[in-house]
Nanobody, 124 residues
Framework: QVQLVESGGGLVQAGGSLRLSCAAS????????MGWFRQTPGKEREFVAG???????DYADLVKGRFAISRDNAKNTVYLQMNSLKPDDTAVYYC??????????????????WGQGTQVTVSS
């Protein structure tokens, strides 16, 4: 059974930093794109960042220059370093892995595995 388990969310003041982690089990994802999405009540889940099997990185415009995604294939883990956080970054953040190997994308439909989500709250 495949599981993605996020950790590292919490409450932080504007301008602060958080580091999210996502540990995968049940399958090795070294050949998959892994990523992060976020969602707020009443809104669709939106792409935040993705990292391909070869280390290529992609970011939403809203987080470029502030967030950094990385992965450790030996640990089957993906990370999201979030700096200069803003109140608008408040959301539930979801870890995800591609639906198939060697595919990538920025829509939820491109991903087949999801974590349960972790809350990030940025106070002003």
């Amino acid at each position: 059974q495949v599981q993605l388990v996020e950790s590292g969310g919490g409450l932080v003041q504007a301008g602060g930093s958080l580091r999210l982690s996502c540990a995968a089990s049940g399958r090795t994802f070294s050949s998959y794109t892994m990523g992060w999405f976020r969602q707020t009540p009443g809104k669709e889940r939106e792409f935040v960042a993705g990292i391909t099997w070869s280390g290529g990185r992609d970011y939403a415009d809203l987080v470029k220059g502030r967030f950094a995604i990385s992965r450790d294939n030996a640990k089957n883990t993906v990370y999201l370093q979030m700096n200069s956080l803003k109140p608008d970054d408040t959301a539930v953040y979801y870890c995800t892995a591609g639906r198939r190997p060697f595919e990538t994308g920025q829509t939820p439909q491109s991903y087949g595995y999801w974590g349960q989500g972790t809350q990030v709250t940025v106070s002003s």
